[in-house]
């Protein structure tokens, strides 16, 4: 596991990419920032792609003290997040019905490295808090 990750370095870079994509993704989601013309698909596109890439380096990338336990840990966060994910596509796939569901699909597409990411670094708090402890 430890040679397919990325460089720890590649964790700022995902956030750099991730953060301000998001922003812009909600912001035209919401209909507060409007494009036209030429503009419209490339912004889309861009924030389509950093989005992406962005998680994948945030998930992807080496912890700064990468040891067993982190595998570990990481390993289990990524069965979890998967069970989530999941979980919740069943559900709202049940639920939602009509244009909400494409809005659900959109968003969807950003939804499992964002619980994986917070299902890992909660982890990591918890494990560190009680390896702190003892």
């Not at 370095?9 to 920032?33: D, E, H, K, N």
């Not at 009509?98 to 968003?107: C, H, L, Q, R, Y």
Request: net charge neutral; charged share 15%; with cysteine.
């Amino acid at each position: 596991m430890k040679n397919l990750l990325f460089p720890h370095q590649f964790q700022l870079i995902g956030w750099i990419l991730f953060i301000p994509a998001l922003i812009t993704g909600a912001l035209i989601c919401f209909g507060v920032l409007s494009l036209t013309g030429v503009a419209e698909p490339v912004v889309n596109d861009t924030v389509i792609i950093s989005i992406a890439l962005g998680a994948l380096f945030i998930v992807c990338s080496k912890e700064r003290n990468e040891d067993e336990m982190t595998r570990s840990i990481r390993l289990a966060s990524l069965l979890n997040s998967l069970y989530v994910y999941v979980i919740l596509l069943v559900a709202c796939t049940i639920a939602i019905n009509g244009i909400a569901f494409v809005w659900f699909a959109f968003i969807n597409l950003g939804l499992f490295p964002i619980v994986f990411v917070c299902n890992f670094k909660l982890e990591m708090r918890r494990y560190n808090k009680l390896s702190d402890n003892e």
